[in-house]
């Protein structure tokens, strides 16, 4: 069965770090990987991906700011998430290749 499972979101201050974890089961992050963000009231977007060659991408907003990574033996994505703004508060999904999803993860950004 493909399964994704994302977890590491929380509340954190504006300033903080999360890092978000995706593990695949049944699938693989090898050929590509995506991490989504939709906050409420607004459409989804992409917040990064990475594909088969390591060429990343990032969304203008979160540029310098997230790093995505994969853990191929582990057959994990992450997001690190740094310097964090009340408007990244966002249910997190990760995506692998083939329309793949996960379940989504809260990350709220809050004083």
């Known amino acids: 069965q493909v399964q994704l499972v994302e977890s590491g979101g929380g509340l954190v201050s504006p300033g903080g770090s999360l890092r978000l974890s995706c593990a695949a089961s049944?699938?693989?992050?090898?050929?590509?990987a995506a991490w989504y963000r939709q906050a409420p009231g607004k459409q989804r977007e992409k917040v990064a991906h990475i594909a088969d060659t390591n060429i990343t991408y990032y969304e203008d907003s979160v540029k310098g700011r997230f790093t995505i990574s994969r853990d191929n033996a582990e057959n994990t994505v992450y997001l690190q998430m740094n310097s964090l703004k009340p408007e990244d508060t966002a249910v997190y999904y990760c995506?692998?290749?083939?329309?793949?999803w996960g379940q989504g993860t809260q990350v709220t950004v809050s004083s």
């Open positions: 995506v692998a290749a083939g329309g793949v």
């Open positions: 049944g699938t693989s992050f090898r050929q590509y």
